[in-house]
């Protein structure tokens, strides 16, 4: 495997993924913030594509300061609910928007002057007044009674239905993992037999913006960029679709004794393989 600054010294701009890549479940990778320094260092642009949904980019760049990750700036974090906003804003002008999730999940809403309504408060009465449903996080509602009104609200309302984090799960510990928003959407798709519009990596709304934001920077090509994730079916395949170099690393999703066999069944290939950014 190659060492990862040796890598980069072809790029001008990194991309890289959050949870797997910079953190894992027991925070920080160790030295990251000594590669990040160092890529700033050689004037390398820097941007996090994350699925994360649960935070605004502001409240992800203060807890990774809070985990030791310091200097990254919100303007240099691009979120999935970041995209599932501008939709909002594009396509559901008026009306509620009833989510699953936390409330600093809901800001993706409410930052586009829409009201944002928790499931658990949605009156079944008044269905008239609601426009959307979005899928935002795994957490913040009772996944007994706030599923069941979800499958019952988009059964009784033709609504727009978005998902801010593709992601079907997300570990927890070396060997665990949870259920994320993707795959609790994923569900509800298999039941209404629908189709709901998904936001995040590896579909190309994030990377074009990515692209987009640093040209404003700089005349960049596409031959310029590195995508950095450790899950294939996300940011490698992400990277591959929008035409961008890739580098799997092994300190998340995909691990050192599993990543062949995955690159093998999965047919997505990335350019690079590294044991992580800090090797």
């Not at 008239?128 to 509602?141: I, K, P, Q, V, Y």
């Not at 599923?147 to 984090?165: E, F």
């Not at 074009?208 to 899950?231: C, P, R, W, Y």
Request: proline share 3%; glycine share 8%; with cysteine.
């Amino acid at each position: 495997m190659q060492n990862f600054l040796s890598i980069t010294e072809k790029y001008k701009v990194i991309f890289f993924d959050s949870y797997g890549v910079l953190k894992n479940h027991n925070g920080l990778i160790p030295n990251v913030q000594l590669v990040i320094n160092e890529l700033r260092k050689q004037g390398k642009f820097i941007r996090v594509l994350t699925n994360d949904a649960s935070r605004s980019p502001e409240q992800q760049a203060e807890r990774f300061a809070q985990t030791g990750l310091t200097g990254l700036r919100p303007s240099e974090i691009i979120t999935s609910s970041m995209m599932a906003s501008l939709f909002l804003k594009n396509k559901v002008k008026t009306g509620k928007v009833a989510y699953l999730g936390t409330v600093n999940s809901a800001q993706c809403i409410t930052s586009v002057g829409l009201e944002a309504v928790p499931v658990s408060a949605v009156d079944f009465n008044n269905l008239e007044a609601f426009s959307a449903m979005a899928f935002l996080d795994d957490e913040g509602f009772d996944w007994n009674t706030d599923m069941n009104k979800t499958i019952n609200l988009l059964r009784k309302r033709k609504l727009q239905v978005i998902i801010a984090n593709t992601d079907k799960i997300y570990p927890t510990a070396k060997n665990n993992v949870n259920i994320a928003t993707g795959g609790i959407a994923k569900l509800f798709e298999s039941i209404l037999n629908r189709k709901f519009l998904h936001f995040g990596k590896p579909d190309t709304q994030m990377f074009n913006h990515a692209f987009e934001d640093i040209n404003q920077f700089g005349d960049f090509e596409k031959s310029d960029i590195l995508m950095v994730g450790d899950t294939l079916k996300t940011d490698i395949l992400g990277g591959n679709k929008f035409g961008i170099s890739t580098m799997l690393v092994l300190s998340g999703n995909t691990g050192h004794r599993s990543y062949e066999n995955k690159i093998r069944s999965s047919g997505i290939i990335p350019d690079y393989i590294c044991k992580s950014i800090v090797d």
